[in-house]
């Protein structure tokens, strides 16, 4: 319901767009040039009264509903399941109450759980056709609104841009809120984990082994959170990503930008950059199906044991993900470099090949070093290959036949379960988060300012 609730609301912004744009255009025909704004702008300005509140309403509705219905739900309940009871069995009995209001029954509930699972459908019935109804008469009001202060001298242009103003403001300010909540939840947490493991244990211990039991004298004792072959599996597949990803990616750009002529370059590039669209979990399958498949085979043919699981599959599958990011800033950055290089040194009679190597490609080595930046923070970020084709244990090893972890892999793995939420396992994918967090963003961060010189140099 709530999808076509959304299009209903965008069916109603167009229509006020039609009909503002009309009355628009009726005032230009009675006033001429007297009116203030041009009709398009009458038409949006109907159009985003209409459609942001009503939006707003329904966002802010759906964020609510639910506690809301948690919240009457556990005051209907009888007094005997709530009274003395704590926050866990709560929420484990709002847990069942949905479950069985789903149909997903797994075992007799008793009949205050089924009256309450009925009463909770109920109750979602009617919250849902009550936002119908509010938003559908909300936006029927703004439209009122919207409408009744046309003129031919309302300044809708510069209502209109204000309302974008606004919005931009507020889209920046959530990204930024959002930013620092994901920065905040990650620290705290890390926090509680370094409370009852030592950071120097975490970032200098040789032993991962967060599935064993933990007791109080042994949280520190045996190693078992040591982060460091956590920390190297994950460089040795981004490693391998690079090595597979940046001769390729470098040398499609060089091809691309000196040597293709126009026709190829329309169809090779946008064959390239198809990569970028593959979903990663497309790239996991082929990792596990084809690539690891055909390393173990050749490794058995020249007698060399390869594990089922081995770095040199997901960095390689990994490298050939992220050959787009290199290639298409690479062709960025050789493109930004001025006609006049390129001139001048063909006009000292330096061939093509050598215009590439010794001009193109020293005047635009800061925007491809940052393009590998930015791609490298992009394999070191990646969960999905590395979680198909990557293995579970972590293995201190720099061999590519090995089988290793990375960060993205433990941190799926840690959070999948019914462990407790304070236990060193859970809190410990955390501090991987966060160490991982800080690690990219150093990357983005030294990738941007790499870039912006070179734009500042050369633009």
């Known amino acids: 319901m709530t999808g076509y609730l959304f299009l209903a609301i965008l069916a109603l912004s167009l229509v006020a767009f039609y009909v503002g744009r009309s009355t628009a255009n009726q005032f230009v025909a009675a006033h001429g040039t007297s009116v203030h704004s041009r009709p398009v702008y009458h038409g949006a300005f109907a159009a985003v009264w209409v459609g942001v509140p009503a939006l707003v309403l329904v966002l802010l509705w759906l964020l609510f509903q639910d506690a809301i219905i948690d919240r009457l739900l556990l005051a209907w309940l009888p007094a005997s399941l709530t009274e003395g009871a704590s926050a866990s069995r709560l929420s484990l009995y709002l847990s069942e109450i949905k479950n069985v209001a789903s149909g997903r029954i797994f075992s007799e509930p008793s009949p205050e759980i089924l009256a309450a699972a009925e009463r909770y459908q109920t109750w979602q019935a009617i919250a849902q056709w009550a936002m119908v109804v509010v938003a559908l008469a909300v936006a029927a009001l703004a439209f009122y609104m919207a409408r009744s202060r046309m003129a031919p001298r309302f300044r809708a242009r510069q209502t209109f841009e204000r309302t974008l103003d606004f919005l931009m403001i507020f889209s920046a300010g959530a990204a930024i809120l959002v930013t620092i909540g994901i920065i905040v939840s990650l620290t705290y947490e890390a926090m509680q984990f370094f409370m009852l493991v030592p950071p120097q244990e975490f970032f200098f211990g040789l032993n991962w082994e967060p599935q064993i039991a933990i007791r109080e004298d042994q949280v520190a004792g045996t190693g078992a959170f040591g982060a460091v072959p956590v920390f190297t599996g994950t460089l040795l597949i981004a490693t391998i ?109 330096a061939t093509r090949a050598e215009t590439m190597t010794r001009v193109l490609l020293p005047a635009a080595l800061p925007g491809i070093v940052g393009g590998i930046l930015l791609a490298a923070s992009r394999a070191i970020g990646e969960t999905m290959i590395v979680v198909m084709a990557a293995g579970l244990t972590a293995t201190l090893t720099a061999n590519p036949l090995d089988g290793v972890t990375t960060v993205t892999v433990q941190i799926v793995t840690l959070l999948i379960g019914d462990t407790a939420f304070d236990n060193p396992k859970t809190l410990s994918a955390f501090a991987l988060g966060l160490v991982l967090f800080v690690v990219t963003l150093c990357l983005n961060v030294l990738a941007l300012r790499i870039v912006r010189r070179y734009r500042e140099k050369y633009e």
């Open 241 to 349: 990503a690079l090595i597979v990803a940046i001769p390729v990616g470098l040398f499609s750009a060089i091809y691309l930008v000196e040597f293709a002529n126009d026709r190829i370059r329309r169809i090779v590039k946008p064959i390239l950059e198809i990569l970028a669209g593959v979903p990663t979990v497309v790239y996991g399958f082929f990792a596990v199906l084809t690539v690891a498949p055909a390393i173990r085979q050749a490794g058995g043919l020249m007698g060399i044991a390869i594990s089922p699981n081995s770095a040199l599959a997901a960095g390689g599958v990994m490298g050939i993900m992220i050959i787009p990011f290199i290639s298409s800033l690479s062709d960025d950055a050789l493109r930004a470099v001025p006609q006049s290089m390129r001139d001048g040194s063909l006009a000292m009679g």
